[in-house]
């Protein structure tokens, strides 16, 4: 019940198109969503967080939809560049409890 | 304002060995969180310091251990180490450990377990 599943692990993509990665939960205690960005020799940095107040929440290039009924949850990166080349974790916390993440997704953009 | 940072970047142990990771959190941040990161088994939450208290425990042996000292530095022990030790250690700093803690991550220690 503590498991946050990720989907895929790995995906390709050419400049401008827009990845999608997947997670799903189990535990409805969940109640904080965040998604890390983590480049090669580097720890994670967080990228963008979600309550599940909201559907949808976007910051700049980066949107998550969130899905309460199917407790589901998606980062979509619009207008993809290489730079955005990287490893994607999705995570999920509820109070007093610690982040679960899920396995990582390793995002490459193709120029 | 300063990061955060952990020493040192890199190690090698042997089997059987004991080693000590430090974490200096983000200043005026109190929480300090430690996570174990492999290949295998990806992030794996080790537990968390607040105010020198531990608040929060992984699913690790009691081979991992830690500590927080007064300043909010910390430190991780791992004790009678194992080939299976060989990861990367993340430590993530934050003001009070809310929203599951991890604000702001370090570049980590990566352990070599020989």
């Known amino acids: 019940q503590q498991q946050v599943k990720q989907s895929p692990q790995s995906l390709i993509v050419q400049k401008g198109g827009i990845p999608i990665i997947n997670c799903a939960y189990e535990?409805?205690?969940?109640?904080?969503f965040p998604w890390y960005q983590q480049f090669p020799g580097k720890g994670p940095a967080l990228l963008i967080a979600i309550r599940p107040d909201v559907s949808e929440k976007k910051e700049g290039r980066f949107t998550i939809s969130f899905n309460k009924s199917a407790k589901q949850f998606s980062l979509h990166i619009m207008d993809s560049q290489p730079g955005d080349s990287a490893t994607y974790f999705c995570a999920a916390a509820g109070r007093a409890q610690k982040l679960v993440f899920g396995q990582g997704t390793r995002l490459t953009i193709n120029p | 304002k300063a990061g955060v940072t952990q020493t040192p970047r890199y190690l090698i142990k042997t089997r059987g060995q004991q080693v000590t990771l430090s974490c200096s959190p983000i200043?005026?941040?109190?929480?300090v969180s430690w996570y174990q990161q492999t290949p295998g088994q990806g992030l794996q939450f080790l537990f968390e310091y607040f105010s020198e208290t531990q608040r929060n425990k992984g699913n690790f042996p009691g081979r991992f251990s830690g500590r927080q000292f007064s300043n909010s530095r910390s430190e991780m022990n791992v004790s009678t180490l194992e080939l299976g030790d060989s990861a990367l250690y993340l430590c993530?700093?934050?003001?009070?450990?809310?929203?599951?803690?991890?604000?702001?991550f370090g570049p980590g220690t990566r352990l070599t377990v020989l």
């Open positions: 200043s005026g941040h109190r929480s």
């Open positions: 993530a700093s934050s003001l009070d450990g809310t929203s599951g803690g991890a604000g702001f």
């Open positions: 535990n409805t205690a969940f109640d904080y």
